[in-house]
């Protein structure tokens, strides 16, 4: 059984920063793995995806430039570090994986695999 969980989510202050980790079993090998954010009564944003294979990456506009998804093939393990953090950051934020040859699509629906999520608060 293939399983995800974050951690690292927390409360900061406008403009400062985080690092939420994914941590999974598995080798991950030719997988697209991503970081989802949904804030209650709102749909799910897709934010950042990386291929496993060749750590090609893509981002949604609203981080792009202050969030920097990573992973770690020894470790099994994806990061996402968030800088210059906004209060509209603030939200649940969930890692996700699928298995795949293409990993472009910021689309949630797309991903089987999920873990249970972290909460992210951003005060202003």
């Known amino acids: 059984l293939v399983t995800l969980a974050e951690s690292g989510g927390g409360s900061v202050q406008e403009g400062g920063s985080l690092t939420l980790t994914c941590e999974g079993s598995g080798s991950w090998r030719g997988y697209c793995m991503g970081w989802f954010r949904q804030i209650t009564g709102k749909e799910r944003e897709g934010i950042a995806v990386i291929y496993t294979d060749d750590f090609k990456t893509k981002y949604a506009d609203s981080v792009k430039g202050r969030f920097t998804i990573s992973h770690d093939k020894s470790k099994g393990t994806m990061y996402l570090q968030m800088n210059t953090l906004k209060p509209e950051d603030t939200a649940m934020y969930y890692c996700?994986?699928?298995?795949?040859?293409?990993?472009?699509?910021?689309?949630?629906?797309?991903?089987?695999?999920w873990g249970q999520g972290t909460q992210v608060t951003v005060s202003s």
């Open positions: 996700a994986a699928r298995s795949s040859d293409t990993c472009g699509a910021l689309t949630g629906s797309l991903f089987g695999i």
